[in-house]
């Protein structure tokens, strides 16, 4: 059973950067990514890896995000990182780790069976 739990949430002005992290108890393959949900909005994916196509170089970034933000992954500390940098006012949400247990899953998937509680990120 994998525990997802973030941290790093804050409030934050435009233009400034902020780290996420996701200690992701249990958590040894497959697929680990971030989401985020604006109220009145869908959740939307923000970045995501699988754990064999990083070791690769494959990334998945939302393009709303792309080069602004960076994931990563500490295997020895078992936590998700999530650097984003020149925040804007639309990066507001609620910020949650995912994670796909499946070798198989792609990092760009929206079907993850396990979920944190979320972390606030607001932008002003």
């Known amino acids: 059973h994998v525990q997802l739990v973030e941290s790093g949430g804050d409030s934050v002005q435009a233009g400034g950067s902020l780290k996420l992290a996701c200690v992701a108890s249990?958590?040894?393959?497959?697929?680990i990514a971030w989401f985020r949900r604006a109220p009145g909005k869908e959740r939307e994916g923000v970045a995501g890896l699988n754990v064999l196509d990083s070791r690769r170089g494959r990334l998945y970034y939302a393009d709303s995000v792309k080069g602004r933000f960076n994931i990563s992954r500490d295997s020895a500390k078992n936590t998700l990182y999530l650097r984003m940098s020149g925040l804007k006012l639309e990066d507001t949400g609620m910020y949650y780790c995912a994670a796909d247990q499946r070798d198989e899953c792609a990092s760009g998937h929206t079907e993850y069976p396990f979920w944190g509680q979320g972390t606030q990120v607001t932008v002003s």
């Open positions: 249990g958590f040894t393959t497959g697929c």
